[in-house]
Structure formats: structure tokens, C-alpha cells
């Protein structure tokens, strides 16, 4: 039985012609000090038939960079008597902090409408969840404006030419981290692509975390939050006492 299941995997391994993606980023943590102001990965890797040879064929490469999902609420602007006001508004369970797509050519002339929705390849098919009922032309407007939002702050971003691939095997994409980012795990998913097919698809980590004393405050206001909101009222109402004296004798 064991020589018969061993000689059934080989002709598995055999016949099974989908290359294989080995993946990795130039850092796996990042480290956010005071004076932040963002860093740039390098994600790269190559691409590889099953014996361990370059891939036999042409292929385009699709890189997904995603950051902690999170509950998000986005409320819309209205224009009351010449005032803007919050109007309506909604709420998604796990919208990503940060998202970000890189390619090797655009993805609507790689893979058709339904593959990108699947795989997520572009801002407008990032995948939302909407809290309770909603109207789906209510959903899609909703969806658009925190898609811009997040665009406009740096944290949803596309380039449709910014992985390079050389000789079939390795290829490279430069995504950029503002400084505004959210800690915690960064996913970046690469995907091999040809004849509109998905054939390949791996995954790579990078952790995201506050150190010193940047770190330190965060755990504090977690741990002991009750303490951290009284002690930022105290030193809030410090601050303005003592502005208020300094402006007193001015």
C-alpha cells in the first residue's frame, strides 16, 4: 500500500503542471518610532514549475497588500443653510486599513471582471460588509466615498505597472506605508496569472508595531484605560490652566 500511494503522488507530482510561487518581503516588521514618516517594501520572489525550473510560459503577477481589518462607520455630508452637517451614514464590519494593488500590466486586460472581483484586484473590488439591511446603489455609494477617503490619505492606492518581471521567474513590486498606518499584520498575497486564469497564488506577512515610547502609551491606554483618560483630562486641563496664565501676563 505504501509503494502504491507513493507511486500514485509521483504521477500527481508528474502531471501537475501549475508553477509555484515563493514569495518575500524586504522586512517582515516594521517599526513605527516617534517621527515616523513611512517606509517603502519590496515584495519580490519567483516563479517556478514543480521540478524546480522557471516557469514555461508567460504569465502576469498581481500583487495584494492588506492591512488589519476593522468596523468602520462613514457619514455623509449634507449642506444645511449654508452649514455642512452629518446626514446619512453606514457601517462596515471589516473594512482593511490599508489596501494596496500592484500589477505587471492592467488588470482589466489580465483577467475578466468576476476573477478581479474574487480576488480583490483593485480598490473597487475590495470586499466590505455592511451592518444590517442596506439599498445596494445606497451600499456602492457609500463604499465609493470611503474608498476615496482612503485613496486621498494614502492608504488605498493602485498601480497598474508596478510589479517588474524578468525572465519569467523573479519579479519585484515597491509598495509605499504612509506615515499614518495602523499597526498590527500585514498580508501581501501574490498571484501568478495567464490566459485570465489564476494558476498560482502565495502569501507573505509583514507585522506592523509601535516600539519605545510610542509602544509603551499604547499598551498603557489599553491596559489601564480608565487611568489613561483620567491622566489625559488632568493633563489636558494642566495644559490650559497653564496657557492661561503665560497669555495673562502678555
Avoid: C
Avoid at 16 to 35: F, K, N
Avoid at 138 to 150: K, N, T
Avoid at 200 to 228: D, M, N, P, W
Amino acid at each position: 500500500m505504501k509503494r502504491l500511494f507513493l507511486i500514485l503522488a509521483l504521477v500527481f507530482l508528474s502531471a501537475q503542471r501549475d508553477p509555484i510561487l515563493v514569495p518575500e518581503v524586504s522586512q517582515h516588521e516594521v517599526q513605527v518610532r516617534q517621527g515616523f514618516t513611512g517606509t517603502e517594501l519590496l515584495l519580490f520572489g519567483a516563479i517556478l514549475d514543480p521540478a524546480g525550473r522557471r516557469a514555461a510560459q508567460d504569465y502576469d503577477i498581481v500583487v495584494v497588500l492588506k492591512g488589519p481589518t476593522m468596523p468602520v462607520r462613514v457619514r455623509e455630508k449634507e449642506r444645511v443653510a449654508g452649514i455642512w452637517v452629518n446626514a446619512e451614514s453606514t457601517a462596515f464590519r471589516s473594512a482593511p486599513s490599508f489596501f494596496a494593488v500592484a500589477s505587471s500590466a492592467p488588470v482589466r486586460e489580465i483577467v475578466d471582471e468576476r476573477t478581479a472581483a474574487i480576488y480583490e484586484f483593485g480598490t473597487e473590488f475590495i470586499q466590505l460588509s455592511p451592518t444590517g439591511m442596506i439599498d445596494v446603489e445606497e451600499q456602492q455609494r457609500f463604499a465609493a466615498g470611503l474608498v476615496d477617503l482612503r485613496t486621498r490619505q494614502g492608504l488605498y492606492k493602485e498601480d497598474m505597472k508596478g510589479v517588474q518581471v524578468s525572465e519569467q521567474v523573479l519579479y519585484q513590486a515597491r509598495i509605499a506605508l504612509p506615515s499614518n498606518v495602523q499597526t498590527g499584520t500585514y498580508t501581501a498575497e501574490t498571484f501568478a496569472v495567464t490566459r485570465g486564469r489564476v494558476i498560482a497564488s502565495a502569501i507573505a506577512e509583514v507585522e506592523v508595531r509601535k516600539v519605545g515610547f510610542e509602544r509603551f502609551i499604547e499598551l498603557f491606554s489599553q491596559e489601564q484605560s480608565l487611568l489613561y483618560g483620567l491622566l489625559a483630562v488632568v493633563m489636558s486641563v494642566g495644559m490650559g490652566w497653564m496657557a492661561g496664565r503665560l497669555f495673562a501676563y502678555i
